[in-house]
């Protein structure tokens, strides 16, 4: 699993009482060997765990300060045979100053020290009544028993035999303060922040503290682990709830549930990879990187091999989504929908007021792109109070056409009182057939594409007669294959599902026919949501269906959809695609089928190019586009040769 660039992230919560080192110090060994078995590649514990947070003037007392030192380590001996680092909090008395820290333990030795910055000062948290800031100690290197140990708010501890694996750390209120240490730490490299806090619970605050965690770990492109005190510190006048958190980027990957009155831990696995990929994709990062970023000490550790052998799918602590573009909610899925047909149906409004045009010709088959396309140019029009009778389609039965999606077509435009004219192509494409001397049965490409040009050089031809332009119907996905004739279904003059993946289609159809008060017309949609896909270029079966299933020939759109995401938006390999699609589609696809449709996606992105090279506009609306003038700009002629033989020997 670390191949594939994920580290495991504990966030634990030991059974402790205020000032009861000796019994703090078992708890929280038992909770370490209880953890070790999830195989973690780092275990966090709360602020002060060693000592108990809530200790109050006790701070002050000799005999409290040297236990939580002598337990300190008595906790680093413990790890000598643990493969991941530990980190753990006690006051520490340094050169007559006396600091909130947070000690990082591994292999049986002290790693380094990080002080607290930022202290509290209010009733409930008086920390500036016992404790100085980090920032106040000059020191670099503080002296154990063990030596000489690095001191500061600036160290970096980075695995030796995982470089991702950097993290460093904050404490607490360093979180809330304006200016985190977790985001210098971050601009440094680090790409986990480890947060051993003791936030207490007020009604809202576990929420708010969810929102400022989750803010920190997006605005730094980086995982943030949190572990705070529970309820074994004092309730003299405030609760302590034991929260722990696992965002990343943003994203919360897991949540412990609070008020456990044993000791708790939540594991989930990180993916670093994606971390590193999205910081060097982000200008806005680089460009902090070259203007605040920080001087930082890297501290070394040798982390475990222990997960580097699990090659079973299920391993992996962390949900894979199959339908990374697609809301697994209905409720989310709609408010997603919303915002995409306002963001498509805006996009073409602006064009149209922009070029002075009040006409709109399309083609429509009956399928999913053509109808949404519809659908969208409609929205557009009343968007701007353009009459209605400016939106002209034609349906053009070609060798293929069924009279589902034919009737479909028509009944929906009927239905909506959109002019539409039909015009059979089916002659005109056998003369052309003929010119070319084909043999005029459909076994070749050119028996295709004589359709799809066809089609286009009609809706261009009468666009130029009505002053308007011709709206593109083909989806991201498709782009992404190149399934498409090229100056065909290819080309348009303003192309609004561009941005669009195949899986997201159907629920916009689906979205709008939800909301039509014409039933008759949200049937017809439900219907085509039904048809099978297909371009319709080759003839139907003997009972007149549909014989060319796309899916049947470049495969499920679902898997390229995946695809996509992986290699577009995360960056990652075949090799990463492979095992993480495994996961998501397990019980659902074997791997040979996978690898085989991975394989055609690879070498249809990488030899399609030259049709996204020649774009026509289209408005961006998710995190992926493939317009050369924005996202994606990749040479026409890019070698796929490395590409392809990691997918080969993928295991």
């Given at each position: 699993m670390?191949?594939?660039?994920f580290a ?11 000032a ?5 110090l ?23 765990s060693l000592?108990?947070y809530?200790?109050?003037?006790l701070?002050r007392?000799n ?7 002598k337990?300190l380590?008595s906790?680093a ?6 493969d ?18 947070a000690?990082?333990?591994s ?8 002080p607290?910055?930022?202290l509290?000062?209010s ?5 500036q009544?016992w404790f100085s ?13 063990q ?23 904050e404490?607490c209120?360093d979180l809330?303060s ?6 210098a ?14 936030s ?7 929420d ?9 770990s997006?605005r ?5 682990a ?17 929260h722990?958190l ?21 594991c989930s696995d990180t ?6 990929h999205?910081r ?15 001087d ?30 697609v809301?697994s909610?209905?409720?989310d ?19 149209l007021?922009?070029?002075?045009c009040k006409?709109?010709?399309l ?6 792109d053509?109808t949404?396309?519809l ?20 349906t053009?039965?070609?060798f ?12 929906l435009?009927e ?8 015009l ?5 494409c ?5 010119d ?7 076994s070749?490409?050119?028996y ?6 066809q089609?286009t ?5 009468k ?5 308007g332009?011709v ?7 498709e782009?992404a ?8 279904d290819?080309?348009?003059m ?9 899986t ?12 039509m008060?014409n ?13 099978p896909i297909?371009?319709e270029?080759?003839p139907?079966?003997k009972?007149?269906k549909?014989?060319q299933?796309?899916e049947?020939?470049?495969?499920p759109y679902e898997?390229?959809?995946?695809f ?14 492979l095992?993480?699609a ?19 996606f690879i070498?249809r992105?990488f ?7 020649c774009?026509?506009d ?5 995190t992926i586009?493939?317009s ?11 070698d796929?040769?490395?590409w ?5 020997d993928?295991?």
């Amino acid at each position: 699993m670390k191949k594939h660039g994920f580290a495991r992230i504990c966030a634990a919560v030991p059974s402790v009482k205020p000032a009861a080192v000796e019994k703090n110090l078992r708890a929280i060994i038992e909770l370490i060997h209880g953890a070790k078995k999830e195989l973690p590649d780092l275990l966090l514990l709360p602020e002060l765990s060693l000592s108990g947070y809530s200790c109050g003037d006790l701070f002050r007392q000799n005999s409290l300060l040297q236990s939580s030192r002598k337990a300190l380590m008595s906790l680093a001996e413990e790890t000598l045979h643990l493969d991941f680092p530990v980190i753990t909090g006690l006051p520490l008395l340094i050169n007559s100053g006396l600091y909130n820290c947070a000690a990082i333990l591994s292999r049986g030795r002290v790693l380094g020290i990080v002080p607290k910055t930022y202290l509290p000062n209010s009733n409930e948290f008086y920390e500036q009544r016992w404790f100085s800031s980090g920032r106040s100690s000059r020191e670099e290197f503080i002296s154990l028993s063990q030596g000489e140990i690095p001191f500061g708010t600036d160290l970096i501890f980075q695995d030796e035999l995982n470089p991702l694996m950097r993290f460093g750390i904050e404490i607490c209120e360093d979180l809330w303060s304006p200016l985190p240490p977790s985001t210098a730490l971050s601009l440094a490299g680090a790409l986990i922040i480890a947060n051993p806090s003791a936030s207490n619970e007020l009604v809202g605050k576990a929420d708010y503290r969810k929102q400022v965690t989750s803010q920190q770990s997006a605005r730094c492109i980086g995982t943030y682990a949190y572990a705070s005190a529970g309820p074994g510190e004092s309730t003299t006048d405030t609760v302590y709830g034991g929260h722990t958190l696992i965002y990343e980027n943003g994203k919360l990957l897991k949540e412990g549930e609070r008020f456990q009155t044993e000791s708790s831990w939540i594991c989930s696995d990180t993916d670093l990879e994606f971390l590193e990929h999205q910081r060097i994709s982000s200008p806005s990062y680089s460009q902090a990187m070259e203007l605040e970023a920080s001087d930082c000490r890297t501290i070394g550790y040798q982390g475990g091999s222990s997960i580097v052998s699990l090659s079973g799918s299920k391993d992996l602590r962390r949900r894979v989504d199959p339908h990374p573009f697609v809301p697994s909610s209905e409720e989310d899925r709609e408010v997603r929908c919303r915002e995409i047909f306002s963001i498509q149906s805006t996009a073409l409004a602006a064009r149209l007021k922009h070029i002075g045009c009040k006409a709109a010709v399309l083609g429509l088959s009956g399928g999913l792109d053509s109808t949404l396309a519809l659908l969208v140019t409609r929205e557009a029009f009343k968007r701007i109070d353009l009459p209605q009778e400016g939106l002209q389609c034609f349906t053009m039965p070609g060798f293929g056409t069924t009279n589902r999606t034919k009737s479909n077509a028509q009944i929906l435009c009927e239905e909506m009182n959109i002019p539409l004219e039909v015009l059979d192509i089916q002659d005109i494409c056998t003369r052309q057939l003929e010119d070319l001397n084909h043999h005029g049965e459909p076994s070749d490409v050119t028996y295709e594409n004589v359709q799809a040009r066809q089609r286009t050089m009609h809706l261009m031809n009468k666009a130029n007669m009505l002053g308007g332009i011709v709206i593109g119907t083909g989806d991201l996905s498709e782009l992404a294959l190149g399934w498409c004739t090229y100056n065909g279904d290819h080309m348009s003059m303003y192309a609004v599902n561009t941005g669009v993946p195949k899986t997201l289609v159907r629920y916009l159809v689906q979205f709008v026919a939800d909301q039509m008060d014409n039933k008759k017309a949200a049937g017809i949609l439900y219907d085509i949501i039904d048809t099978p896909i297909s371009p319709e270029l080759l003839p139907p079966d003997k009972q007149g269906k549909i014989a060319q299933k796309t899916e049947d020939v470049i495969g499920p759109y679902e898997l390229h959809d995946f695809f996509l995401y992986q290699f577009v938006r995360c960056g990652f390999g075949p090799s990463k695609t492979l095992y993480l699609a495994q996961i998501a589609f397990d019980g659902q696809y074997e791997k040979s089928v996978i690898k085989g449709w991975l394989k055609k996606f690879i070498g249809r992105f990488f030899s399609q190019q030259f049709k996204r090279s020649c774009l026509p506009d289209g408005p961006k609306v998710g995190t992926i586009a493939l317009s050369p003038r924005g996202d994606w700009r990749m040479p026409s002629d890019s070698d796929p040769e490395i590409w392809l033989n990691e997918l080969e020997d993928s295991d």
